[in-house]
């Protein structure tokens, strides 16, 4: 099981918007409606953002929104904050129990 | 309050196993898998496999196989991940992390615990 291919950094400035994408295959991303997305800060557990590929937990800003097209999905923070500052990791069902992680993306708020 | 409690930190040497815990609490524990997951410094997520705590059934990621072991003890809502033959690149912070039945999102972590392997 190969990790899911993400950008290793993007930035923007507070109050801009910024996507990053996280792309597998038809066996993973693609096959099921079970991508989820983490925010980790340093030295913190990561911690859940979005669900089933576009689905917000409660206490999760509207500010993060979520999208798959085919084999990637994608995640959309709005009116960047200080705070959003952090790694960003997508996750895939992959079937049979298994995950796959994509190798994470530094978000910089400049 | 959910909780994922985990053992503290460990230091090994190469070829030894290293055997980390995750007391849960604040839960039904045979509701919610239980997946491992690593990450070496400075690097990303990994999935190690996961233990179902109702019947003790697992699925390991095809790396791991043969060197590791998930079992769980429900007298007290705890999960236990054995790792073998640890080499170098096994130094690692190990997290435990929680997915309801019916779902495909792990909504709670434990702290981690970090994983030395040094001669």
């Known amino acids: 099981q190969s990790a899911l291919t993400q950008p290793r950094s993007v930035s923007g400035s507070p109050g801009q918007s910024v996507t990053i994408s996280c792309t597998g295959t038809?066996?993973?991303?693609?096959?099921?409606?079970?991508v989820s997305w983490y925010q980790q800060h340093p030295g913190k557990a990561p911690k859940l953002m979005i669900y089933?590929?576009?689905k917000r937990p409660s206490g999760v800003p509207d500010r993060f929104s979520a999208s798959r097209s085919g084999n990637t999905a994608s995640l959309t923070i709005s009116g960047l904050q200080a705070e959003d500052e952090a790694d960003y990791y997508c996750?895939?069902?992959?079937?049979?129990?298994?995950?796959?992680f994509g190798g994470g993306t530094k978000l910089t708020v400049l | 309050q959910v909780q994922l409690v985990q053992s503290g930190a460990e230091v090994k040497k190469p070829g030894a196993s290293v055997n980390v815990s995750c007391k849960a609490s604040?839960?039904?524990?045979?509701?919610?898998?239980v997946h491992w997951v690593r990450q070496a410094p400075g690097q990303g997520l990994e999935w190690m496999g996961v233990?179902?705590?109702?019947?003790?059934?697992?699925t390991y990621a095809q790396r791991f196989q043969g060197r590791v072991t998930m079992t769980r003890d429900t007298s007290t809502s705890t999960v236990y991940m054995e790792l073998g033959s640890l080499r170098s690149e096994d130094t690692a912070l190990y997290y435990c992390?929680?997915?309801?039945?019916?779902?495909?999102?792990?909504?709670?972590w434990g702290q981690g615990t970090l994983v030395t392997v040094s001669s």
């Open positions: 992390a929680r997915v309801a039945i019916g779902t495909y999102y792990f909504d709670y």
């Open positions: 604040g839960y039904t524990f045979t509701s919610y898998y």
């Open positions: 233990i179902n705590p109702s019947g003790g059934s697992t």
């Open positions: 038809s066996s993973d991303v693609g096959g099921y409606n079970y």
């Open positions: 089933d590929v576009s």
């Open positions: 996750c895939s069902y992959a079937g049979s129990y298994i995950r796959v």
